[in-house]
């Protein structure tokens, strides 16, 4: 099983905190935010993991993290360098994934529930990681039913129910095949929501609600809860 954190985008949830500097190295308490996911991926035991960096300061992730063997971790990169979605983004990995699996990142999520029993036994296809959501209209949300992922839509202005789908997914490698079938979205953006759907048509796809904390460090709100709830667990 490989891994991959995505570290990209331009940060404009941030305002001029990401103007001069990419978001994923904003402080959330005592350490910057890329060391979340990769601490995500060694806990479920992943340690060959590549970044895919764009948008502000591209150097400056390779600049503080080199190759990973600080972090006990061994970390490529490579650069997405037009914002054209997430998807769009994955197919950098091909060649770094190869014939295997793969647990896939967002850069500004902090989770805290165990995932390595959910790495350990898939068997294929997707898993996508759910969330409740008091804010279902910012994010992509699943409508579940007979314990079945049956459709995600992409911010909805009417959802259907709150479970977000948070920034976490497994795949297995027919996800590159996938991701050439798409077409761009509204945006311009090959969207990861598009390829969820083909593996839920395919009935492909499983799913995982978080029992434990789940932060968005994307945007200000989230990032501040986040690190209160770090600096009050580390000074107890």
Not at 188 to 210: A, H, P
Request: a negative charge; one cysteine or more; glycine letters at 10%.
């Amino acid at each position: 099983m490989k891994g991959i954190i995505l570290a990209g985008g331009m940060g404009t949830r941030m305002g001029d905190c990401t103007k001069v500097i990419n978001k994923h190295l904003l402080p959330v308490y005592n350490k910057p935010m890329i060391y979340y996911p990769i601490n995500t991926l060694k806990n479920v035991g992943i340690k060959d993991i590549l970044i895919i960096i764009g948008g502000h300061r591209v150097g400056d992730i390779p600049l503080l993290l080199g190759d990973g063997s600080n972090l006990d971790v061994n970390i490529t990169y490579r650069v997405q360098k037009e914002p054209k979605g997430i998807a769009h983004a994955l197919l950098l990995a091909e060649k770094f994934v190869g014939d295997d699996s793969v647990v896939i990142l967002l850069g500004d999520n902090y989770v805290e529930d165990d995932l390595s029993g959910e790495v350990k036994n898939f068997d294929g296809g997707a898993k996508i990681f759910l969330k409740e959501t008091k804010h279902p209209e910012k994010f992509g949300i699943a409508e579940v039913n007979d314990d079945k992922v049956v459709n995600i839509e992409e911010k909805p202005h009417s959802p259907k129910t709150n479970l977000a789908v948070i920034g976490i997914y497994i795949y297995d490698n027919s996800i590159f095949n996938i991701i050439r079938t798409l077409r761009p979205s509204d945006r311009g953006e090959l969207e990861i929501t598009d390829v969820n759907n083909v593996y839920i048509k395919n009935n492909q796809m499983s799913y995982y609600i978080l029992k434990n904390y789940w932060g968005d460090m994307g945007e200000p709100d989230s990032l501040f809860e986040t690190a209160y709830l770090l600096y009050k667990r580390n000074n107890k």
